[in-house]
């Protein structure tokens, strides 16, 4: 697993394809923050891996974002 690297700040700062997940004070995933999806995002490795921690967090939820994504773009998974 890589590391992952803590930063404490008053602004976001994003890369292209950055992907963020707000967790809420009481857990729950407040949303997710990613770059307009298309078929060549979903077959990246930064999308699957927001897949697997949206799992973690909130079950099921990979599976609602992978029928989104089928609907706005047809099957691709």
């Given at each position: ?21 707000i ?25 699957k ?29």
């Amino acid at each position: 697993m890589s590391k992952i690297d803590l930063e404490v700040s008053d602004n976001l700062e994003f890369d292209d394809g950055d992907c963020a997940v707000i967790i809420k004070e009481d857990g729950s995933v407040g949303r997710v923050i990613m770059p307009k999806v298309n078929k060549d995002m979903l077959k990246t490795e930064g999308y699957k891996k927001l897949l697997d921690v949206l799992e973690v967090l909130q079950p099921g939820s990979r599976d609602k974002m992978i029928e989104h994504a089928e609907k706005e773009k047809g099957s691709v998974h």
